[in-house]
């Protein structure tokens, strides 16, 4: 029997008789993560990871909320389910269900990129893995996090410098954090004042009492007309084109979203520029994630090789995949020395094993007792 199933409601554990990121109000909803297409109002009772408690309070209000540390361990009905950190936004999580010696994890939304404002996506080893796929074309690939930020730093600074306001689009929650966090990283606070829209700044809040520390932003009202001109304004994407962006006279204006790869997308948007920033994971990044679910058949395979005298060698991991399993401590199964940087090195390791074993079958040979 599959462990998730497909309601009208949304995805459903029989066995413990719940619902992950519900569509429709149900009686139990465990929560991935607190965006509004995750998290819904009107369920009966919530369970989330606990970085996301204020997050949640501040969109859905004072809803019957219970969380979970990551990694503990919470027996509903005739399962256990545990919830671990997916990378994407604050207090976001993979749910993993165990029933009956078997595995599936719900990955909800994740990324792999590094992020100062949530926990590191962390691999969880399973048998059925129900990943996102939002950007799961080999045309999705991101640059290092950093380099988008210092190219969002040098167009506010180039604005400030010929009096433009700069207003960058970016979700809410989320992107809008990471971007202030990403700033601040860089030095690039010195540039001039950051303005924040109303839907932003609650959120921010919600941050800090998680233990998050972000920049201060000001409210439009409070910023006089020359510091408007040299600010950075973080607004959702529904601000555009309303009245409230009158407020900054001449201004540049730019999206900050995995979509702004696509040419189509950028010019749809009709904005001056478009800084590719995704909080979801890319192709490459989506595939390492679900490489690192099945550790656990690699970790069988190293374990029977080793047991009839073989041994597994891997090779030419790059930096993400490899990360993952120094994290699983899969070195534990197939040996420090046999995870090598390249080819090359994993031949000469081959060789160095093949001499060992030859060397030892001629000793035994020789120190075996004569007849």
């Excluded at 909803?29 to 501040?58: C, E, K, M, N, W």
């Excluded at 995995?258 to 890319?282: E, P």
């Excluded at 490899?322 to 081959?350: D, T, W, Y």
Aim: hydrophobic share 45%; glycine share 8%; aromatic share 8%.
């Amino acid at each position: 029997m599959d462990l998730i199933a497909v309601r009208p409601e949304g995805l459903y554990c029989a066995p413990g008789e719940f619902f992950i990121d519900p569509w429709r109000p149900v009686d139990r909803a465990v929560i991935t993560h607190a965006h509004g297409d995750h998290a819904r109002s009107g369920s009966a009772s919530y369970l989330a990871a606990q970085p996301s408690a204020h997050v949640l309070r501040t969109r859905l209000g004072d809803v019957a909320l219970e969380t979970l540390a990551y990694g503990a361990r919470l027996r509903i009905r005739d399962v256990t389910v545990s919830l671990h950190p997916a990378g994407h936004v604050l207090g976001s999580a993979q749910v993993r269900i165990e029933h009956r010696g078997e595995t599936w994890v719900v990955s909800g939304d994740y990324k792999l990129d590094e992020d100062p404002t949530c926990d590191a996506f962390e691999p969880v080893r399973c048998e059925t893995f129900i990943s996102e796929s939002t950007f799961a074309l080999p045309i999705y690939r991101w640059r290092p996090p950093s380099v988008v930020i210092d190219d969002v730093a040098r167009w506010w600074r180039a604005n400030a410098d010929a009096g433009r306001a700069s207003v960058l689009f970016c979700y809410a929650f989320g992107k809008a954090q990471r971007v202030l966090a990403g700033l601040a990283a860089a030095d690039a606070l010195d540039i001039g004042t950051i303005v924040l829209h109303g839907a932003i700044e609650p959120l921010n809040r919600a941050y800090r009492a998680t233990g998050v520390m972000l920049p201060e932003g000001r409210h439009v009202t409070d910023v006089d007309a020359n510091a408007l001109r040299r600010a950075l304004v973080l607004a959702p994407p529904s601000a555009a084109a309303s009245p409230w962006l009158r407020r900054f006279g001449d201004l540049s204006d730019g999206f900050a979203s995995g979509w702004m790869q696509l040419r189509g997308a950028r010019r749809r948007r009709g904005v001056d520029r478009g800084f590719v920033l995704s909080d979801h994971a890319d192709w490459a990044g989506l595939n390492t994630a679900i490489d690192a679910t099945g550790l656990r058949a690699l970790e069988d395979l190293a374990d029977r090789l080793h047991g009839s005298g073989r041994e597994l060698i891997l090779c030419g991991a790059p930096k993400q995949p490899a990360a993952l399993m120094q994290q699983a401590e899969f070195h534990h199964h197939v040996g420090v020395s046999n995870i090598c940087p390249n080819i090359k090195a994993a031949l000469e390791r081959a060789n160095a094993i093949r001499v060992a074993s030859a060397t030892e079958a001629v000793y035994d040979r020789a120190s075996a007792p004569r007849q």
